[in-house]
């Protein structure tokens, strides 16, 4: 039977079996933890986890876990018709307490406001056990609670937790990704498009003939900060992204319904995020998105706006499967697999 948690600020702990995720509604209502057994799947945090304001950086912060990025990934001005709003780093949604509607041992209601814009977020999470594992259903809803019309840009924010070795699987219809960002420019400069899954880099000797393999995950204290774009996805192009864990002997697969979300960034960090000192992200974040670029000021054909009182609903899912740890082929995500156990 699910509970009334509205207004509370405990953490919210949903399992089915081995797998246990946990919420924090009062930082942002952000995933904290998922874990298979004794594995933690998440980065860990790089800072203690505490209060944020609305103008403090991600950098500034634990920077782990599960966020949600709207209404813009980067911080941004946009013009609207009750004049200028400025969006921060990472959008609102992470500095805020989130409003729990309910919760049950195996699904959670979260709900939240924005402050920049007029934007109000509902994220349910379903988590059921599968043949080969574990299937985390999210169902996203997007209301315009004010009196204009506003644009409005998401991204899903996990950063999993890897090891030298693992490896990221693409649909084999992805050969380019449009670049977004890399520290000290190794993979070229912004705009640029990239190919898949092996790269040409000004950054590597010409002993190895200028490539790298975006695929493979190198070792912590690489430096590498990269943010890439693929898509958009075809209507009828398989939409998912797996990241192959060989040391657990898991996969985990990110699915995503193209009409809705038709992009997906890559954020492959092997110590090279923060650039100031400290403790640096070890990790990779498979993120379904409505727009190629992070900024909502970069207006395009992917430009989203809700008029007041609209409403708009799209579905992501995390598949976390069993595979055989000597091998990486990956198995195919099509909706008709992993169907919940009966």
């Not at 992805?174 to 898949?196: H, K, M, V, Y």
Request: proline content about 10%; overall charge negative.
């Amino acid at each position: 039977m699910a509970r009334d948690l509205a207004e509370t600020e405990e953490n919210v702990v949903i399992r089915k079996g081995d797998c246990i995720v946990t919420l924090m509604p009062a930082f942002g209502g952000k995933i904290a933890s998922l874990r298979v057994a004794s594995a933690e799947l998440l980065q860990a945090p790089l800072k203690p986890v505490a209060p944020r304001t609305q103008t403090i950086p991600f950098s500034g912060t634990d920077a782990s876990g599960w966020d949600e990025c709207l209404p813009s990934v980067a911080g941004c001005t946009v013009e609207t018709e009750a004049g200028p709003a400025t969006i921060p780093d990472h959008g609102d949604l992470w500095r805020l307490p989130w409003q729990v509607l309910t919760a049950s041992e195996d699904c959670a209601t979260l709900r939240v406001q924005c402050f920049s814009l007029p934007l109000q977020l509902t994220r349910s999470i379903f988590l059921a056990e599968s043949a080969p594992g574990w299937r985390l259903e999210f169902l996203y809803s997007l209301t315009n609670m004010g009196a204009y019309r506003v644009p409005w840009s998401w991204s899903a924010h996990p950063l999993f937790a890897v090891d030298p070795g693992d490896r990221i699987v693409l649909p084999n219809e992805i050969q380019t990704l449009r670049l977004e960002g890399s520290r000290c420019n190794r993979l070229g400069t912004p705009g640029d498009s990239i190919s898949w899954p092996v790269a040409s880099s000004p950054l590597v000797s010409s002993k190895d003939r200028n490539k790298v393999d975006l695929s493979l995950i190198p070792g912590a204290d690489s430096g590498i900060g990269d943010k890439l774009f693929a898509g958009p996805f075809e209507l009828t192009q398989p939409a998912w992204c797996t990241l192959e864990r060989a040391r657990l002997g898991l996969r985990l697969t990110m699915r995503f319904e193209p009409s809705l979300t038709p992009y997906l960034g890559l954020w492959l960090c092997y110590g090279g995020w923060p650039e100031e000192s400290g403790a640096k992200q070890f990790c990779i974040a498979p993120e379904p998105a409505t727009a190629p670029v992070d900024s909502l000021e970069k207006a395009g054909p992917w430009s989203r706006w809700l008029e007041p009182g609209e409403t708009c609903n799209w579905p992501i899912e995390l598949l976390i499967d069993r595979f055989a740890r000597d091998t990486y082929e990956v198995a195919d995500p099509s909706p008709e697999r992993s169907e919940p156990a009966s």
